[in-house]
């Protein structure tokens, strides 16, 4: 049997029920617990990810039969005998994934998910808001730019507009509760529809504990823009949305909140709490039709990362290739999207926490205070031979 043939037996042997684990339950058990509604959510949503059809439970006990005695005897003699399964399997399994498989009709593309959309996007004066507005403008969408820099909005406008897109702008102090209050009356005062959300707006701190003790203002204006201003972003809009029964929300946090950094309490806590809200409220409002994707973003070469001098010789994404990111978690709408530093880091954690603790106590030791963190400016200031490799050893974490 060729590989095609294979690949196409596979599925029904992996997806393969012992009936004697139904058997064992009472009569009209698991039917009727299949029948409930939230059951039926999860199993839908369970064989979805597997690219399943969900009319497919139905057929799960089915048991045929087939008797081939009737055709044999009718056929003797003739020289006409029915082939072997091997023989024609993989022709027809070929002929289903080429012309009947309804997969193939789905318009998977970022400009079928994102064309003639409405999307919200904080912080896209510069950056990475900056970097997708013009991608989704580029596909067809309709980017509304938030930020506090009218100006530089304006510019970011007009740049999309002479690539021939649409764009608007609002300008809004996003840890200022009662300017998303106003700027989002504006927004759907002006839009009959918005599709979806991109909390993009943030801040960074790099400043260790022993250095912030007299500095609780850091972990306070870090939570209310990067967790306070993107949670009210996002309520403000609920409503909108679950009235509609439709919308996505994209957060972009980072890889800190997988890999815990040393030097990023505030920025880290801030980004876990996000985290955090978003699986609670994901998990309530997927009935309303609301999906959140959650982006742990790696060290991308931006405004925000400047003041750290050292970060000039770690190895970066760019804006453009970060807004890559976000244009997925639209297109696809997975629940997260991760490095696979990040996944790693997250699993180390787990399994061996006092290990993964002095490894980042080394880190702490071979990546000292930036002069920004004790208030100074230090133009010399560079990564050493040993940082560098270490950032590369661990590609796209904050040191």
Not at 50 to 64: K, N, R, S
Not at 235 to 264: D, Y
Request: one cysteine or more; aromatic letters at 6%.
């Amino acid at each position: 049997m060729n590989e095609i043939a294979k690949a196409a037996h596979a599925p029904q042997l992996a997806m393969r029920i012992d009936s004697r684990l139904i058997k064992a339950l009472p009569t009209g058990a698991l039917g009727m617990a299949m029948q409930l509604p939230a059951a039926k959510n999860v199993r839908r949503a369970l064989l979805a990810d597997f690219g399943i059809p969900d009319d497919i439970i139905e057929y799960v006990g089915l048991t045929a039969e087939f008797d081939t005695r009737d055709t044999e005897r009718a056929l003797e003699g003739s020289g006409i005998a029915v082939p072997s399964l091997e023989g024609y399997a993989a022709k027809l399994w070929d002929y289903w994934e080429r012309n009947l498989d309804p997969d193939l009709f789905k318009d998977r593309s970022f400009e079928g998910a994102v064309n003639g959309k409405t999307v919200v996007i904080t912080g896209a004066s510069s950056g990475i808001g900056k970097a997708a507005a013009q991608k989704i403008a580029a596909a067809g969408g309709i980017p509304l730019l938030v930020a506090r820099s009218l100006d530089k909005l304006e510019e970011t406008k007009k740049e999309i507009e002479d690539e021939g897109g649409t764009a608007y702008v609002y300008s809004a102090d996003l840890s200022d509760m009662d300017s998303i209050e106003r700027v989002v009356g504006e927004i759907l005062n002006e839009h009959a529809v918005v599709d979806m959300l991109v909390n993009n707006a943030g801040r960074s701190i790099r400043r260790g504990i022993a250095l912030s003790l007299d500095r609780f203002h850091d972990f306070e204006r870090t939570m209310q823009l990067n967790f306070f201003g993107s949670i009210k972003m996002t309520m403000s809009l609920l409503p909108h949305m679950r009235e509609r029964r439709s919308g996505h929300v994209v957060n972009i946090s980072s890889i800190g909140a997988q890999t815990n950094p040393p030097r990023f309490s505030a920025y880290v806590a801030s980004k876990a709490a996000l985290d955090a809200w978003t699986r609670v409220v994901g998990s309530e409002l997927i009935g309303d039709g609301v999906t959140f994707t959650t982006i742990h973003m790696p060290l991308v070469k931006t405004p925000m990362i400047e003041p750290t001098k050292i970060y000039d010789a770690f190895p970066t994404i760019t804006p453009d290739e970060a807004a890559d990111l976000i244009c997925e978690a639209i297109r696809s709408k997975p629940k997260t999207i991760n490095t696979r530093l990040g996944t790693f880091g997250e699993v180390a954690y787990a399994l061996a926490p006092k290990a993964v603790d002095q490894i980042l106590h080394m880190a702490y030791r071979v990546f000292p205070e930036s002069a920004a963190s004790k208030g100074k400016k230090d133009p010399s200031e560079k990564a050493s031979t040993e940082q560098v490799a270490l950032a590369h050893l661990m590609r796209g974490v904050h040191w």
